[in-house]
């Protein structure tokens, strides 16, 4: 045979999440706390191998993200982690809160709530990356955290 055996694990139900955190899991995040320009979303539950969109919901219960696909920021089955730059200018405000779905259903509303802020901007590139810049030409800046509530 050329190929090993692949598991196929069926989904277990729908995701539950029991923590939102923005120190990696350790512990839950705190009401004023995301930066999103500066920190990672921690999610830990169960349910997510197989976790298709992640949606940061506000105060009203709307939907300010969608995060979809969400297959890079599964790192197993009990844990989602969302990096630096995934969260835009919507999501910011008071009160938010995470739900996940899978290809089963979605989860309950996290019982975290917390409030998302911008934090300094985050520059990645430029067009004169590497290269000499000409002050008679424009120069473009790529990143994130440039506009902020």
Do not use: H
């Not at 008071?94 to 802020?117: C, D, K, M, Y």
């Amino acid at each position: 045979m050329c190929c090993e055996p692949f598991p196929i694990l069926p989904v277990g139900g729908v995701p539950v999440i029991t923590l939102v955190s923005d120190n990696g899991g350790q512990t839950a995040i705190s009401p004023n706390s995301l930066t999103r320009t500066l920190e990672a979303l921690t999610i830990l539950g169960r349910n997510f191998r197989s976790a298709t969109a992640i949606e940061i919901v506000g105060p009203n219960n709307e939907v300010v993200q969608l995060i979809y696909p969400v297959t890079d920021y599964i790192t197993s089955d009990a844990k989602i982690d969302i990096p630096v730059g995934v969260l835009g200018y919507d999501a910011e405000g008071p009160g938010r809160r995470i739900r996940v779905w899978n290809t089963v259903g979605a989860s309950t509303l996290s019982e975290e709530q917390f409030s998302i802020t911008t934090g300094p901007p985050m520059v990645t590139s430029t067009t004169y990356d590497g290269l000499p810049f000409d002050r008679a030409n424009p120069l473009t800046i790529t990143g994130v955290g440039f506009k902020s509530r």
